[in-house]
C-alpha cells in the first residue's frame, strides 16, 4: 500500500522558532509537494521538488525553505515561525506520469501547526 | 492558469440519500481527482479519474474530458461520508504533477 508519513501531526511552536516538518514517502516518486490549507482559502502549494536537491516554488513560498538531500524525504523549514503561519501542512507525492495512474497524487495525514 | 469550480459548496443531506457532486475545469487536462478529507484533516483518494467511470462501491465518478467536468455520486450516504471533497486537476502542458484544487465540497450526512 502507498504511503506519505508526515512526522508530526500536531505542533506548538513559538514565534520566532525554527520548525523542520518532515514528510517520507516509500513509492520511489519523483515528486513531492509541500501544500498549506486554511479555512476559506483552500490548498495552496508552498513548493515543490521533481528530483533530489532540486525545488521549485509554489504559489506560496514567501517565509519557508525545503530541502531534499534523499529522494524518499523532503523537508519543509519555516526559519523564523510567524502567527500567521499557524495552519494544516499537507505533504504528498506522485511519480512521473508515463504510464497510466502513475501520475496520482497521494497525501500524508497531514501536521497541524500552532504558532504562539 | 487553470481554474476549478466545485459545486455545491454546502449539501447537507439524510443518511440514505444520493447526491451529486461537479467540478467544471476551464481547460484540457491529462489528470483529475477527488478526495475526500476526513475529519482528522487527511485527504484520502477517491478516484483517479481524467476521463471515463469508475465506481467503487457506493461511490462513483464520471469524467467528461471534452466538455471539461466530472462529476462525484454518492449514493445511500451515510455518516461516514461527511467531511470535504475535493477534485483536483492536472492542466495539459504542466510539468512534475502539479494539480490545480477546486475549493471543495463540505457534505454533512444526518442520522
Known amino acids: 500500500d502507498v504511503k506519505v508519513t508526515q512526522s508530526s501531526r500536531y505542533l506548538v511552536k513559538r514565534t520566532g522558532e525554527k520548525v523542520f516538518l518532515e514528510c517520507v514517502q516509500d513509492?520511489?516518486?519523483?515528486?513531492m509537494f509541500w501544500y498549506r490549507q486554511d479555512p476559506g482559502l483552500g490548498l495552496r502549494l508552498i513548493y515543490f521538488s521533481y528530483d533530489v536537491k532540486m525545488k521549485e516554488k509554489g504559489d506560496i513560498p514567501e517565509g519557508y525553505s525545503v530541502s531534499r538531500e534523499k529522494k524518499e524525504r523532503f523537508s519543509l523549514i519555516l526559519e523564523s515561525a510567524s502567527t500567521n503561519q499557524t495552519s494544516m501542512y499537507l505533504c504528498?507525492?506522485?511519480?512521473?506520469?508515463?504510464?497510466?495512474?502513475?501520475?496520482?497524487?497521494?497525501f500524508g495525514e497531514g501536521s497541524r501547526l500552532t504558532v504562539l | 492558469g487553470i481554474q476549478v469550480e466545485q459545486s455545491p459548496p454546502d449539501l447537507i443531506l439524510q443518511e440514505g440519500a444520493n447526491s451529486t457532486l461537479r467540478c467544471n475545469f476551464s481547460d484540457s487536462v491529462n489528470n483529475l481527482q477527488w478526495f475526500h478529507q476526513n475529519p482528522w484533516g487527511q485527504l484520502i483518494n477517491l478516484f483517479y479519474?481524467?476521463?471515463g467511470t469508475k465506481q467503487n462501491g457506493r461511490l462513483s465518478a464520471t469524467t467528461v474530458a471534452t466538455e471539461r467536468y466530472s462529476l462525484l455520486y454518492i449514493s445511500s450516504s451515510q455518516t461516514t461520508d461527511s467531511g470535504v471533497y475535493f477534485c483536483a486537476v492536472r492542466q495539459l502542458g504542466t510539468s512534475y504533477g502539479k494539480l490545480t484544487f477546486g475549493q471543495g465540497t463540505i457534505l454533512t450526512v444526518h442520522p
Open positions: 504528498a507525492s506522485t511519480g512521473t506520469a508515463i504510464t497510466p495512474n502513475t501520475g496520482e497524487l497521494f
Open positions: 513509492m520511489d516518486h519523483e515528486n
Open positions: 479519474i481524467p476521463s
